[in-house]
């Protein structure tokens, strides 16, 4: 028996239960197509993992349709929206959150809510104000469910950085002293776009405005001490700011290459893993600001017209079991941090994160800092606008 | 005409016409809807010009369209001017067999696995800044952009040490038809120089033989995704990528501005090659009267060793790419400023085993079923002619050569739109279909030359034998022409390996290919995955060649008039 006993009289208590069933049951034999970023190898490897665990135990396939980028996938819906085909669609699950998320929310474009009919929603803080209801300040209702955090962190090589930065103003005296080994992914991208985020949250006379949806007025007093701080650093970028890596990965890859000193990931145990994998070099280590670093969620969420919505559910409700989540977190497989609110957990699954192993490279929570609120969705928009409006000449 | 030959006309031309054309015109369509403001999907059903105003206001849109002019222009231009200097150089010395031997890899491997390559071996941490590093002194890499760089330099190495070859052979194929040899005695003898001959006498009658194949390596430079996002520069970036990534925003409303963008993109492929037209003739009319005056002029000949240089040159950068994505493959721990792995590992291709077996496997089928349809299709078609006794309309011509010169980015999203609105996407059918698009024209290409040069007395014997169209066709055309069907199933087999675009958005990203995974991977850190992706990629167009080169040698292995004879 693979569940304690107390867990399956819980289950039973579950006034879902009987609706679940029947999910459960229109689930099996459905193949659910998992468009999720492809990028990262360490993940694709558990969306395989995933896939084969749900077909064992459900019989729901899991195939990933491999991003470049998310919003192909929202693209893509709305493609089959503007044809007409409100079901049957070709995406049964996105890994999204941000914008790609407010931009298929307001258009109507998601399966929904869906979240509290997972049974294993009940080991999430669904307050209203926890991270797992609340995505860029937008509230989730129940649209999309969450499977792994993100923090934003640095990474850099100890055998060449001695004394990293320790906040963002502090960056400007070290590109100064460095130049040309400082860079951050183009802001088309999420994570260039984080960077700048993290810099205006620490710049700002007043972050508390950030979480309100972006003014004109509000956007020119907020970011006027970041574009003076950003004007000043470009020249020292590496190839003097006139090109970006695409993402992170290639930065990372930068790093590797020692073509800059310092990369950047939404995940503290990228850094661990890329060692283990021999993508970093073993001196490589984790560092954020003082003050704290950016943190959201990622979530899953299911198309409207979605073929295969019942095994979608089926996933996103594995993917919050408390053995999915440990396996997860396990630096060996993919070191994300669980979504889960321990204080929901039993002593079980408690001890199966107690039990996990660690690395050199592996940040501690404490060391990680406060986690800062991301800025609600607007800002991020109007902010890579108009960075590119300034710098994209 | 016999009646079977104007009906099997008749059917082939409905084939092409609704299969291939059709398809092309309903994607512009949607696109262009799209440019003007419809997109009843988002809610917008008035037509305006607001997504132009939208597409103007963007930033870096000049410097996106400069960039793209530059880097296709250039490249093309370029690219024949060594072309045509390196066959002036060394025409006399080689025979076409071995060109078309040293030039298959080159053409075999698709662009975005030689830009990955071509991506390590250049970076300023790459291989030839880590054969400099001992001399120069370099602990760390130099902070200069020899990829990525805002001129797009390296974005038009890549493109030409794909375009030299393919041009190499298209000229190498159009002077087989010219009495060289002959012509240059004559113009040696007349006090020419070898350079000049082959300028005033040899190219004015190539031109017309490759005008085509030029357009389409025109068209293609300007209008490349994968290679110009791994090598091109990124702020901004080419025309052609920004319109990817503008499809690709969050914000869907951008679809709008980036329908306008891709209509541009026709555009300027067409006055692109109106500019090509407009030069040709200016050539012509400059070029008679410099014939005339009859100069003996200066010799030539720096310049044609300069051009023979420059394309070793870039055949070495080419081959180097292509041996670092090997050895990628098989590295665990390869940094700067290490000349060779500091490990290996088959790690890589065990861990992607799962991956790439996958991929490989939906590659070969979508390989092998466009190839066989193209195939088909292009044999139906050359034997229609061959019924109706007619040569081919210039019309007729043009339908074959539209997919390679309309950019894909201009009709593809309005095409998926279109397939799905009859109910067919996301399936590996309409990925096939979407293929074949661009596979056919490269194997009609391919095929035609040689089934207009098999010889009419053969065919005319077996008739007298009494051997009606259609035993003359599998009897005797068919197995006749055995090396060059196969030369055209292995070029339509590389045509289909490269699609990225087409299987991106008829697969519904469902369809992993190697090249949309070798794509997705070049995003991402890991050079050793990418380098297990791009090695199959590349493996397999080559398998396609060396059987089209062995499968003939073994069939025909007692027919000694046809071992090598017609290509």
């Known amino acids: 028996m693979k569940f304690p006993l107390a867990l399956a009289l819980s289950l039973l208590a579950t006034p879902t239960l009987a609706d679940w069933q029947e999910t459960l049951e229109a689930a099996r034999g459905q193949t659910v197509y998992w468009n999720a970023w492809g990028g990262d190898a360490r993940t694709n490897a558990f969306i395989d993992w995933v896939g084969e665990q749900t077909e064992a135990r459900y019989g729901v396939r899991v195939e990933q349709a491999k991003l470049s980028d998310t919003a192909e996938a929202v693209t893509r819906v709305i493609a089959e929206k503007a044809a007409g085909q409100d079901e049957g669609g070709s995406v049964d699950l996105i890994w999204i959150n941000g914008p790609n998320f407010l931009a298929m929310k307001e258009q109507g474009l998601l399966h929904g809510p869906f979240v509290a009919d997972l049974p294993n929603a009940r080991y999430l803080d669904l307050g209203p104000t926890s991270p797992a209801s609340v995505d860029f300040t937008v509230p989730v209702e129940g649209m999309e469910s969450p499977w792994r955090l993100a923090r934003f962190v640095f990474s850099y090589d100890t055998a060449r950085v001695a004394e990293p930065p320790r906040s963002m103003a502090e960056f400007l005296p070290w590109a100064e002293a460095n130049p040309g080994r400082l860079t951050h992914p183009d802001p088309s991208n999420f994570m260039g776009a984080t960077f700048l985020k993290q810099a205006l949250i620490e710049l700002t006379p007043d972050a508390g405005v950030l979480q309100a949806p972006v003014t004109e007025a509000a956007f020119a007093a907020a970011t006027a001490p970041l574009w003076d701080w950003y004007d000043a650093l470009r020249p020292n970028l590496w190839r003097g700011g006139e090109t970006y890596p695409a993402n992170e990965s290639v930065q990372q890859q930068l790093l590797n290459d020692g073509e800059v000193d310092i990369a950047m990931s939404f995940d503290p145990a990228s850094t661990a893993a890329a060692i283990a994998d021999g993508l970093l070099p073993e001196s490589a280590r984790v560092f954020v600001p003082e003050g704290g670093s950016i943190g959201n969620v990622s979530f899953v969420a299911i198309p409207f017209n979605a073929a295969n919505k019942e095994g979608a559910e089926v996933v996103a409700n594995f993917l919050l079991d408390p053995a999915t989540q440990a396996h997860m977190q396990n630096i060996e497989v993919l070191g994300s941090f669980s979504v889960l609110d321990p204080a929901r957990l039993d002593a079980a699954a408690k001890a199966g994160f107690a039990a996990l192993p660690s690395a050199p490279a592996l940040p501690t929570l404490d060391a990680l800092g406060p986690t800062l609120l991301e800025p609600h969705a607007s800002w991020m928009t109007r902010l890579t606008e108009d960075w590119a409006r300034r710098y994209v000449k | ?567």
């Not at chain 2, 206001?57 to 024949?80: E, K, N």
């Open chain 2, 1 to 567: 005409m016999s009646h079977e030959g104007r009906v099997l006309r008749g059917v082939v031309l409905a084939v092409v016409v609704l299969g291939l054309i059709a398809p092309i015109a309903l994607g512009l369509w949607q696109t262009g809807r799209a440019a003007f403001g419809i997109l009843p999907a988002l809610g917008r059903d008035t037509l305006s010009l607001e997504p132009w105003r939208d597409l103007a206001a963007l930033p870096g849109l000049a410097t996106s369209l400069r960039l793209t002019l530059v880097t296709g222009l250039g490249s093309t231009v370029l690219s024949l001017l060594l072309a045509t200097g390196f066959c002036a150089a060394v025409h006399a010395r080689m025979s076409n067999a071995t060109g078309a031997r040293l030039l298959t890899p080159f053409l075999a491997i698709p662009h975005a696995a030689l830009a990955v390559g071509l991506a390590f071996v250049l970076a300023p941490s790459g291989w030839i800044a880590r054969l400099l590093a001992p001399l120069a002194g370099w602990e760390r890499p130099p902070d200069i952009a020899t990829v990525n760089d805002s001129w797009g330099l390296a974005l038009m190495v890549g493109l030409m040490v794909k375009e030299v070859p393919f041009l190499l052979l298209v000229i190498l194929s159009a002077l087989s038809q010219i009495p060289v040899a002959r012509q240059m005695a004559a113009g040696r003898a007349l006090g020419y120089g070898r350079g000049i001959v082959w300028i005033k006498i040899i190219m004015p009658q190539v031109w017309p033989l490759i005008r085509l194949p030029v357009w389409v390596v025109l068209a293609y430079a300007l209008s490349v995704v994968d290679m110009a996002i791994i090598l091109g520069p990124s702020n901004p970036p080419t025309l052609a990528v920004a319109l990817t990534r503008w499809f690709s925003d969050p914000d869907p409303a951008m679809i709008l501005p980036a329908s306008a963008g891709a209509v541009l993109q026709v555009v300027l492929v067409a006055l692109a090659v109106a500019l090509l037209i407009g030069a040709e003739a200016l050539g012509k009319r400059l070029g008679r009267w410099w014939l005339r005056r009859g100069g003996r002029g200066l010799s030539a000949e720096p310049g044609l060793w300069a051009a023979s240089a420059a394309v070793v040159a870039l055949m070495a950068v080419g081959m180097l790419a292509m041996v670092s994505l090997l050895v990628w493959s098989l590295a665990w721990r390869w940094s700067f400023p290490q000349i060779w792995p500091e490990s290996f590992s088959l790690k890589p291709w065990a861990g992607a085993q799962r991956g790439w077996m996958r991929a490989l496997g939906n590659t070969l089928v979508l390989a092998g079923a466009t190839a066989v349809l193209s195939l088909a299709l292009a044999i139906a078609w050359l034997e229609a002619e061959d019924r109706a006794r007619r040569s081919r309309a210039a019309w007729a011509e043009a339908l074959i050569y539209l997919p390679l010169l309309v950019p894909q980015i201009g009709f593809l999203y309005g095409l998926n739109v279109g397939f799905l609105q009859v109910g067919l996407s996301g399936g590996i059918w309409a990925v096939i279909w979407a293929q074949a698009l661009f596979v056919f024209p490269y194997v009609m290409i391919a095929l035609s030359d040689p089934w207009r040069a098999l010889d009419p007395r053969m065919i005319r014997a077996a008739a007298a034998l009494g051997a009606g169209p259609g035993r003359r066709l599998w009897a005797v055309k068919l197995p006749v022409l055995l090396r060059p069907i196969l030369t055209a199933s292995a070029i339509g087999v590389a045509v289909s390996v490269a699609q990225y675009l087409p299987t991106l958005f008829m697969g519904a990203g469902r369809v992993a290919t190697l090249t949309t995974e070798a794509v997705t991977l070049s995003s991402g850190s890991d050079r050793r995955v990418t380098g297990v992706y791009a090695t199959l990629q590349a493996a397999l167009p080559f398998a396609a060649y060396l059987a089209a080169a062995l499968v003939p040698a073994w069939v025909h292995r007692n027919r000694r008039a046809l071992s090598g004879g017609v290509t």
